[in-house]
Structures are given as C-alpha cells and as structure tokens.
C-alpha cells in the first residue's frame, strides 16, 4: 500500500485490539476497556509512568499489528476547550501512546492539569504516500471522502515534520488542502518543495479514542470521523422519537428573542454566520415550527411559531398591487412564496395573516403559465432557473389548498403542471426534483386515484433509491443511508438536508403503496427510509461524544451536521429531517419498527 490511489482501509475498531486483546465475552470488554482507559487517566496526570505491559502488549497485538505502529496524537480538553495536544513516537503504540500523553502533560501546571475532563487519541498506522508532484494525486488527497478517517503527515526531509490528526480536521473543520498549506508554511517550504524530494507528505488511518470524566459515560468511546457510529440496529422507533425532541428542541433554541431563526451555526467557533441568509429555508423552518407546535400540542410552541412568522414578514415580505412578494436580496423566489403560504395556512392563527395569505396565493397564481410551467422568479424577471425546486414547492402548496377547498380549476392547473413537468422531469431526471413533486402528487392522488400520478410517483421513487442512496460497498460505514451519487457529480454533494427532503417524499411514496397493497414496494421505500435515519442520527449533535471538540454545547444539542465531514449546522440540515419524521412516527407501524432486522438485506 505504498500509494494512496488503491486505498481502502477504513478506521480500526475494537475488534482490532483496542480493548487489550479483544475477549469475545462483553464483561471481559467492559473490563479490558475499564482498566485501559485508568491507565490511560494515570498517565495522563502523572501518577503513572507508562501503561502496564499487559495492556501496552494489547495495543500492540491489536492496533499494531492491524495497521503497524505509527505515532500517537494526544489532546487534553476541558469542557471542549484544548488545553494541551502532542505526538509521541515509539516501537509501538502502547510506547507512543506514553510519549503523547507525557508530552501533552508536560505544557500544563498542575492546577491546569486537574481540569482535564476528556482525552482525545488517535493511535496512527496504514501510512501512504501521496505524489504530490501528480495532479491526481493531490485531488485524492483533498479528496472529502477521507476527511477526518485519514490524518496527513508532511516531512521536510531535514527533521521538520508536522502531522495533523483526522479528529482534528473534524475539531477545526478545515480540508486538507488547508493543513497541507498550514504545514507547508509551519516547515517553510515552497509549493514547488512540497512537490518534490527530499520534502514528503503521506496520509496515515488510526483508532479515534475518546476517554470522559462525566458520570454514566464508558470508560473509553470509539470514534469515527470524531464520533461514535450509529449501526444498523442502532435504529429504532425510541431513536427517532428522541431525535424527533432533539431536531426540534434545536429549531426552539434557534428562535431568537425578536422571532428571527438562526440560520447557519459553526460548531468549531462557536457562533453563527449572520451574513448569509435564504428565504426558502428559513420559511421551511418555520413551518417546522409550525407543525412542531401541532405534533406536540404544545400552545407555546404556536406563539413561537407566530412571533417567528412575524419577524419574516416584517423583515421580508412587502406588497406590489395584488401580489405579495418574499424578498431578500433583490430576489423574490417562487419558492419562498410558497413555503411562506403554506406556514401561514397552516398556524393554528391563521385568521391573523388574512390580509397577507391572498396576495401570495396570487403571486404563484401570477406566475404560473397556461402549459403547467411556472416561472420560478418574480424578481429578477429575467430568471426561470432553479426549475428542479421551485415549482415543486408551488405545487405542493397548490396541493394543500386544493385539499382544503376542492376546486376544480385549481385542480385542472395542477394536472396540466403535473403533464408538463412530468415530461420535463423524464426527459432530464434530477434527484431533487423528486420529493416535492411526490408530496403534491400524493396529496392529489388521496383525493383522486388518478393513476398518471400514482405511476409517476412510483417511477420517481424507484429511480431515487436506486441512483442515490448508498449502503454496500460505501468506503466508510458511516456513509451508509445517505443520499448521495458518487458517480453523478451533477447532481451534487452529499448533504443532510438532502437526506431529510428526500424521506419526505419517500415516506409519501411509501403510504400510498401501502394503500394499494404493494407489498413489495412498501418494504423497499421502509428499507430505505430506516436506512436514511441511521445516517441522519449519524449526523445528530447529542451529548459530550459528539461535541468533545465544542465549548457552547447546549446551543448545538439536536443540531445536525452538513455531512460526515463538515460540521457545519445549516437550519435547513434540521428542518427537513424533522418534518420528514413527523410523518413517518404517524405513519409507520410496530411492524415497521420491527422491520429494521431487514436493513442490510
């Protein structure tokens, strides 16, 4: 394995000796895992000179001999904060492990040393090196699937080196490409050094450790990407009733004093970005909060709601004539008109908005066209672009109202879109075209079993799971249940938002075949939906495991990250699991629940 191109090794697990030895007997783990992690502790803080050999033997029949011996990161932490951080060399990892923790104890007075409430580890093997003089080889450097399983190692060739651990490019959220120009400037080399002998830089996996003073915790946690893994039977109906609490309790916390929602929130800094902002996921939020309100008749929760509503009208909406328009940055979406509609149609207050819901009714009125197609932009009116999202979410909205007032021209507008963009969705297929046009057609389907739209619904859904979601023969198993397509770069990265709008179609799809009694399909969309909550749990900020790293913890509780690899929380990255779960604990059965047995077939 001299070059990184043909690499496949992913991260080393307690099966691979981590646990002194691996016993297949749970107590005897609980006990090996117990006694490392005190000696772990001893060394630490100094009451111990080195680990026992039985153990540092352990480590080193296990993790060596998986991967060989490499260096050992060690960093000392409090409340999230890293107070102290070293690499330790040696003949094994146990050794190494020795030298990391000495040297990390070394920069911290004894008073600072007390403090310490968690250690993070990363015991390093399975290096690779990259030929940075190589185009390609660089970009499968750079390359996200490897961030923060693969750590990056740079060497000047005159004694100079600078390692960085893949905890820590999870902790500080930045690509490689960036710690490789950090390291490049720590040694003073040029690019073209970087390029070429003597100067080397390879990549390196390892066992991820997390060791906590915090009462209730396992005396050592296995991580991945910086967090634990979520298996398979990990899945339940008691796990999403708790995300459901977590992604919600988040959403509350994320409604500032005078209703505006927080939009982007950075983890590794701590604080939100207040200059980007987008009006179709910020109504979407709010209607979150909306059905939130109702799926937990909680009253408080509909004021919430309302003086959020409140704030995006009075920040965003203005009127023109007749038509009222959602406005932000000189653009007036298609989109966000529609999700504003649908938040205040929905809001147990509805009767407050009377004098506002009319105008955006008439404004995707106004720009619907005889044919089905919609404009997508009011303003600027020159766009028609974003084609695959924005009419979608004006049918789901027509959709909505057509449930409430059943009327035939309505109805009739909405069937010559579905006509149109039925065609337009064949002859160019997108994965994001799929989950609005499946809610609306739903919707209008339980009224009407017109079957063009329970055909065309099936049709999206089957090529959705088929092109999209990835399970076996994915690299790292915490990618496993995410939407995603490697080989259609086209149609975008992966992305937890996605991964929530998709269930929410998908759980659609998957109650009207169960209405028509398909079996078959009806276990294939639950599959895949049990799937995508593994990965959106994967995703979910929960206790001191997942923001050992992260010093204002309570703000991030129940937020979800981008990806596996960037932990960044966008409110979209919430909202859309959220509302996707809503239907699915209304939907599914116990037998549902107890089809997780099945997710790996």
Same mark, same amino acid.
């Given at each position: 394995?001299?070059?990184?191109?043909?690499?496949?090794?992913?991260?080393?697990?307690?099966?691979?000796?981590?646990?002194?030895?691996?016993?297949?007997?749970?107590?005897?783990?609980?006990? *090996? #895992?117990?006694?490392?992690?005190?000696?772990?502790?001893?060394?630490?803080?100094?009451?111990?000179?080195?680990?026992?050999?039985?153990?540092?033997?352990?480590?080193?029949?296990?993790? #060596?001999?998986?991967?060989?011996?490499?260096?050992?990161?060690?960093?000392?932490?409090?409340?999230?904060?890293?107070?102290?951080?070293?690499?330790?060399?040696?003949?094994?990892?146990?050794?190494?492990?020795?030298?990391?923790?000495?040297?990390?104890?070394?920069?911290?007075?004894?008073?600072? &040393?007390?403090?310490?409430?968690?250690?993070?580890?990363?015991?390093?093997?399975?290096?690779?090196?990259?030929?940075?003089?190589?185009?390609?080889?660089?970009?499968?450097?750079?390359?996200?699937?490897?961030?923060?399983?693969?750590?990056?190692?740079?060497?000047?060739?005159?004694?100079?080196?600078?390692?960085?651990?893949?905890?820590?490019?999870?902790?500080?959220?930045?690509?490689?490409?960036?710690?490789?120009?950090?390291?490049?400037?720590?040694?003073?080399?040029?690019?073209?050094?970087?390029?070429?002998?003597?100067?080397?830089?390879?990549?390196?996996?390892?066992?991820?450790?997390?060791?906590?003073?915090?009462?209730?915790?396992? $005396?050592?946690?296995?991580?991945?990407?910086?967090?634990?893994?979520?298996?398979?039977?990990?899945?339940?109906?008691?796990?999403?009733?708790?995300?459901?609490?977590?992604?919600?309790?988040?959403?509350?916390?994320?409604?500032?004093?005078?209703?505006?929602?927080?939009?982007?929130?950075?983890?590794?800094?701590?604080?939100?970005?207040?200059?980007?902002?987008?009006?179709?996921?910020?109504?979407?939020?709010?209607?979150?909060?909306?059905?939130?309100?109702?799926?937990?008749?909680?009253?408080?929760?509909?004021?919430?709601?309302?003086?959020?509503?409140?704030?995006?009208?009075?920040?965003?909406?203005?009127?023109?004539?007749? &038509?009222?328009?959602?406005?932000?940055?000189?653009?007036?979406? &298609?989109?966000?008109?529609?999700?504003?509609?649908? #938040?205040?149609?929905?809001? $147990? /207050?509805?009767?407050?908005?009377?004098?506002?819901?009319?105008?955006?009714?008439?404004?995707?009125?106004?720009?619907?066209?005889?044919?089905?197609?919609?404009?997508?932009?009011?303003?600027?009116?020159?766009?028609?672009?974003? /084609?695959? !999202?924005? $009419?979608?979410?004006?049918?789901?909205?027509?959709?909505?109202?057509?449930?409430? %007032?059943?009327?035939?021209?309505?109805?009739?507008?909405?069937?010559?879109?579905?006509?149109?963009?039925?065609?337009?969705?064949?002859?160019?297929?997108?994965?994001?075209?799929?989950?609005?046009?499946?809610?609306?057609?739903?919707?209008?389907?339980?009224? %009407?079993?017109?079957?063009?739209?329970?055909?065309?619904?099936?049709?999206?859904?089957?090529?959705?799971?088929?092109?999209?979601?990835?399970?076996?023969?994915?690299?790292?198993?915490?990618?496993?249940?995410?939407?995603?397509?490697?080989?259609?770069?086209?149609?975008?990265?992966?992305?937890?938002? #996605?991964?929530?709008?998709?269930?929410?179609?998908?759980?659609?799809? !998957?109650?009207?075949?169960?209405?028509?009694?398909?079996?078959?399909?009806?276990?294939?969309?639950?599959?895949?939906?049990?799937?995508?909550?593994?990965?959106?749990?994967?995703?979910?900020?929960?206790?001191?495991?997942?923001?050992?790293?992260?010093?204002?913890?309570?703000?991030?509780?129940?937020?979800?990250?981008?990806?596996?690899?960037?932990?960044?929380?966008?409110?979209?990255?919430?909202?859309?699991?959220?509302? *996707?779960?809503?239907?699915?604990?209304?939907?599914?059965?116990?037998?549902?629940?107890?089809?997780?047995?099945?997710?790996?077939?």
């Amino acid at each position: 394995m001299a070059a990184m191109d043909d690499q496949r090794a992913g991260p080393v697990g307690a099966e691979d000796g981590v646990d002194g030895g691996g016993p297949e007997d749970a107590a005897a783990v609980a006990a *090996a #895992s117990e006694a490392l992690a005190t000696s772990i502790w001893a060394v630490a803080l100094g009451t111990a000179d080195a680990l026992p050999e039985e153990l540092a033997g352990g480590l080193r029949d296990g993790v #060596s001999a998986a991967i060989g011996a490499g260096p050992v990161y060690a960093a000392l932490r409090r409340d999230g904060r890293q107070l102290a951080a070293a690499w330790g060399d040696g003949d094994d990892h146990g050794a190494a492990l020795t030298a990391a923790l000495s040297g990390a104890r070394a920069q911290l007075s004894a008073a600072r &040393l007390a403090e310490v409430d968690a250690i993070e580890l990363c015991l390093t093997g399975d290096y690779q090196a990259v030929n940075m003089g190589d185009q390609a080889a660089r970009a499968r450097l750079h390359a996200n699937l490897h961030r923060g399983v693969r750590g990056i190692e740079v060497k000047d060739g005159a004694g100079g080196v600078v390692r960085v651990s893949p905890t820590t490019t999870i902790a500080t959220n930045r690509k490689h490409e960036k710690w490789v120009e950090f390291a490049r400037q720590q040694l003073k080399l040029t690019v073209a050094d970087i390029r070429r002998a003597p100067a080397t830089v390879r990549t390196f996996t390892g066992a991820q450790l997390l060791l906590r003073r915090e009462p209730g915790a396992p $005396p050592l946690d296995m991580l991945l990407r910086g967090k634990p893994l979520v298996a398979p039977s990990d899945v339940s109906k008691d796990m999403v009733v708790e995300l459901e609490r977590l992604w919600g309790d988040y959403l509350v916390r994320s409604v500032q004093p005078d209703g505006r929602m927080l939009y982007i929130y950075y983890p590794s800094r701590g604080e939100e970005d207040q200059k980007r902002n987008n009006m179709i996921r910020q109504w979407m939020a709010t209607l979150a909060l909306v059905r939130m309100a109702g799926y937990r008749r909680d009253k408080r929760l509909a004021r919430l709601a309302e003086d959020n509503i409140r704030y995006n009208l009075r920040t965003f909406y203005h009127a023109t004539g007749k &038509l009222g328009l959602i406005e932000y940055n000189k653009k007036v979406k &298609l989109g966000a008109v529609a999700l504003a509609v649908m #938040s205040l149609m929905e809001h $147990p /207050q509805r009767a407050r908005f009377k004098r506002i819901e009319p105008k955006l009714w008439a404004t995707i009125e106004h720009l619907w066209r005889e044919g089905g197609a919609f404009r997508t932009f009011f303003k600027p009116a020159e766009r028609n672009d974003v /084609q695959n !999202f924005y $009419p979608g979410e004006a049918l789901l909205a027509w959709a909505q109202r057509y449930e409430e %007032t059943k009327d035939a021209a309505l109805l009739e507008k909405i069937m010559a879109s579905f006509r149109h963009y039925r065609e337009w969705h064949r002859a160019q297929r997108n994965p994001a075209f799929v989950p609005w046009h499946t809610q609306a057609y739903y919707k209008i389907w339980r009224r %009407t079993r017109d079957a063009e739209l329970r055909e065309f619904v099936f049709e999206m859904s089957d090529w959705l799971i088929e092109v999209m979601q990835q399970w076996d023969g994915v690299a790292y198993p915490d990618m496993q249940g995410r939407f995603h397509s490697p080989v259609r770069t086209d149609f975008g990265p992966p992305h937890a938002s #996605s991964t929530g709008v998709y269930m929410e179609g998908l759980i659609d799809a !998957f109650e009207m075949a169960r209405a028509l009694g398909e079996e078959d399909r009806v276990a294939h969309y639950r599959r895949a939906l049990l799937r995508a909550l593994r990965s959106a749990r994967q995703l979910t900020f929960l206790d001191a495991r997942d923001m050992y790293y992260v010093q204002k913890r309570e703000p991030l509780r129940g937020g979800v990250r981008t990806t596996i690899y960037d932990n960044v929380v966008r409110v979209d990255n919430v909202q859309h699991n959220l509302l *996707a779960i809503f239907k699915i604990l209304a939907a599914f059965t116990d037998e549902d629940w107890g089809a997780v047995a099945t997710i790996d077939g």
